[in-house]
């Protein structure tokens, strides 16, 4: 059965931490255009939706890229505080899909491949599975606030190696249906697979420091691939 899956990538145009980030260079083009490319060469995709309050990635993606789909966001939604499944409530309004894949431009190591090979595992499992949203596995000592071990016996000195793995969301990809958002306020439903992802391709941009590492790291796969 051949679905159709349609990209969802929000982009603001104003970001608190790193000014500009979605459109700023990214090894000479636009931090945007690592996402789109990735998600452009995916046969299972089968739109590409860009939701923005940038005049700046409007005009770019009209030059660059005339086939994805753009949603102005309305000025109700574009408070850095308005909730991401608000954001795709009001999107999902606007094109249909079988099941919806959303990522960010904050992901630029995140490969097509790597979209493809999730895409796949999920709808070959859709019949167990209602969302998808990837991860990635960690194995560290972790404590919380009130030098309680969270995830080991201090007791105990396992190698970390050997301590059982604690995954975190990476926000690098969610794949959700339009029942599944609507019924739960949420891009992940009540029977979610984790997808494992490697940590390098997860690496995502928060922070100046993030992305210096990822434009650097980036930069050095391309030279050696």
């Known amino acids: 059965m051949k679905y159709k899956i349609v990209a969802l990538v929000p982009m603001r145009h104003n970001s608190e931490r790193v000014p500009g980030k979605n459109y700023r260079s990214f090894a000479g083009k636009p931090l945007y255009h690592r996402i789109i490319n990735s998600l452009s060469t995916c046969p299972e995709i089968s739109q590409i939706v860009v939701d923005t309050d940038s005049p700046v990635i409007i005009e770019g993606l009209s030059r660059d890229f005339s086939d994805v789909k753009v949603i102005e966001r309305p000025e109700r939604l574009r408070a850095g505080t308005v909730p991401m499944n ?10 249909e899909a079988d099941y919806y894949l959303q990522t960010h431009t904050t992901n630029p190591l995140l490969t097509a491949e790597t979209i493809s090979r999730a895409i796949n595992l999920f709808l070959h499992n859709n019949n167990i599975y209602d969302s998808l949203f990837s991860v990635t596995r960690t194995q560290t000592r972790y404590w919380d606030l009130l030098t309680r071990p969270i995830n080991h016996n201090s007791a105990i000195l396992l190698r970390t190696q050997d301590l059982p793995p604690i995954f975190e969301e990476n926000s690098c990809l969610y794949l959700f249906s339009r029942q599944t958002l609507e019924s739960k306020h ?28 990822a434009e650097l790291l980036y930069l050095e796969s391309e030279n050696n691939s």
């Open 86 to 95: 608000d954001v795709l409530l009001h999107d999902i309004q606007s094109v």
């Open 186 to 213: 949420n891009r992940i439903g009540e029977r979610p697979l984790m997808f494992e992802m490697d940590r390098f391709e997860a690496i995502d941009i928060d922070e100046e420091l993030d992305f210096r590492i």
